[in-house]
């Protein structure tokens, strides 16, 4: 099983992004200005989770995405959410969004 990290391992990858290191999950909070701009912020975070094959819990709203990251199988935070963390603060940039 791959072993999980805990916040003091994580708080470098984290610093400067929306990510903050909550119990056994990464979360985060984008503000998207309108609907059709959270739903372009989550096509673009549901083409990275299909990439790395690691997949968040959402939830979505007008103007609102959170994102929570863990790994359920491991049953805590590990790389993999490290990983897809930097690809959603990578596009939220892009967009516009952070
Ligand atoms: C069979 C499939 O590879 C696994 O269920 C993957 C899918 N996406 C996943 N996403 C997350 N966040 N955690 C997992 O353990 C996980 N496992």
């Given at each position: 099983m791959t072993s999980t990290l805990d916040s003091g391992a994580t708080s470098d990858a984290l610093e400067g992004t929306a990510?903050?290191?909550?119990?056994?999950?990464?979360?985060?909070?984008?503000?998207?200005?309108?609907?059709?701009?959270?739903?372009?912020?989550?096509?673009?975070?549901?083409?990275?989770?299909?990439?790395?094959?690691?997949?968040?819990?959402?939830?979505?709203?007008?103007?609102?995405l959170d994102l929570r990251l863990t790994s359920h199988e491991a049953g805590g935070v590990t790389d993999l959410d490290l990983e897809l963390a930097r690809h959603v603060q990578a596009a939220a940039r892009e967009l516009g969004y952070a």
């Open positions: 990510f903050t290191h909550e119990g056994d999950a990464l979360v985060a909070h984008f503000d998207t200005k309108d609907f059709a701009g959270a739903m372009r912020l989550l096509n673009a975070v549901a083409d990275s989770a299909e990439s790395l094959n690691h997949h968040p819990d959402v939830e979505l709203g007008y103007g609102r």
